[in-house]
């Protein structure tokens, strides 16, 4: 039985099985051409004649970086500079003003990017801050960016960009300001490559010890899992927040109905969540 994809339903069924066993992420039935668009240059790349083949090896072999790689390529990973920006304006406006002012005394702040992809996230925070708040310059300001995936995080510590994703969402003068152009690529220039740590966190499985987290981007990530590790997850996050803290999510995620916990803000056309109780 073939999908007119080529990849047959109980070839997708392993993947999917795989795959949500590893990240959690449920893949869809409708998405077999993503299978097969993401897994033919691994079957070239890796000697097997037909993504088949490769699925075929796979299912007898116990788990390895072959595995990992099939994973982490049907894993969506888009992303951009500054997506969706009313997060990004709600930062600058309201989130860290607020922020510099109940740090003060500390003058410390910690960010975290729970699903950084590429780094497009991570370092459009870097640069916000850079452009925005001189004053943090002085304060420990740690902003912790993480992945499941090294492919990703491989990518993000590099911090090269192509045209294409250059183009999206970064403002022509930040570009000029903070890359430098080689060739036909685009790398970040260290001061705000170097305001990032990069770390590997796979978020369902045990996180390790994070510092207590002043905003926490959580973006376009939970739309992936299903009902029990949304809830899950969020019930980390809870703990993981300061009580006083900042939950950014995705446009298409909310926490309600997931946990009441949770006070959905909107100012302008942002929006965040925060901790109903905040002491
Ligand atoms: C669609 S991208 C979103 C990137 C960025 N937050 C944004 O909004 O542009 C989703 C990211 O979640 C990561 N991801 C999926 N499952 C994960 C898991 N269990 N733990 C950590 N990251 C995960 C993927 O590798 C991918 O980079």
Redesign the pocket.
């Known amino acids: 039985m073939k999908q007119a994809t080529g990849v047959s339903i109980p070839d997708f069924n392993y993947l999917r099985q795989l795959v949500q066993d590893h990240?959690?992420?449920v893949l869809y039935a409708d998405k077999t051409y993503l299978a097969e668009l993401h897994l033919q240059p691994i079957a070239e790349s890796t000697g097997f004649a037909s993504i088949t083949d490769l699925i075929a090896y796979l299912r007898t072999q116990p788990f390895s970086s072959l595995h990992i790689q099939v994973i982490?390529a049907l894993?969506?990973?888009?992303?951009?500079f500054f997506?969706d920006i009313y997060p990004f304006e709600a930062l600058r406006r309201f989130v860290l003003p607020e922020l510099v002012k109940t740090r003060a005394i500390e003058r410390s702040l910690n960010i975290w990017?729970?699903?950084?992809?590429?780094g497009?996230?991570p370092y459009s925070i870097a640069m916000l801050i850079r452009e925005h708040f001189p004053m943090l310059a002085s304060w420990s300001v740690r902003l912790i960016a993480?992945?499941?995936?090294n492919k990703?995080l491989a990518r993000a510590r590099q911090g090269i960009y192509n045209q294409l994703e250059i183009q999206r969402g970064l403002p022509k003068s930040l570009r000029d300001r903070y890359f430098e152009k080689q060739e036909c690529e685009w790398q970040i220039k260290d001061e705000i490559r170097q305001i990032v740590e990069f770390h590997q966190?796979?978020?369902?499985?045990p996180w390790p010890s994070l510092p207590n987290i002043d905003v926490i981007?959580?973006?376009?990530?939970l739309i992936?899992?299903d009902l029990a590790t949304k809830k899950h997850l969020l019930k980390q996050v809870k703990q993981q927040l300061r009580p006083d803290g900042y939950l950014f999510l995705?446009s298409g995620e909310t926490t309600i109905n997931l946990d009441e916990s949770f006070e959905r803000v909107q100012l302008d056309k942002s929006i965040y969540y925060r901790l109903h109780n905040k002491i």
């Open positions: 990240s959690a992420v982490e894993v969506t990973n888009e992303t951009s997506r990017c729970a699903a950084c992809s590429n497009q996230e993480s992945d499941f995936s990703v966190i796979n978020l369902v499985q981007f959580l973006r376009n990530a992936y899992f995705g």
